[in-house]
C-alpha cells in the first residue's frame, strides 16, 4: 500500500471529524471540542505522514 493512503486517509478522518463539529456545536459543545481536537491531530498527522 503506497504511504500517500495513510495521508489521505487521515485527512478523510479530519473531515469526518470536523462534520461531527459542526452537528454538534449547537447541543455539545464539550463533545464538539473533543472532535474538534481530534480533527487537528489528525490534520497534523496527515501532513507529517505526506511530508
Do not use: D, N, Q, R
Amino acid at each position: 500500500m503506497p504511504k500517500e493512503y495513510v495521508g489521505i486517509g487521515l485527512l478523510a478522518l479530519a473531515g469526518f471529524l470536523l462534520g461531527g463539529v459542526y452537528s454538534t456545536w449547537k447541543t455539545a459543545k464539550v463533545v464538539a471540542g473533543v472532535l474538534g481536537v481530534l480533527a487537528v491531530v489528525a490534520v497534523g498527522g496527515a501532513v507529517a505522514w505526506l511530508v
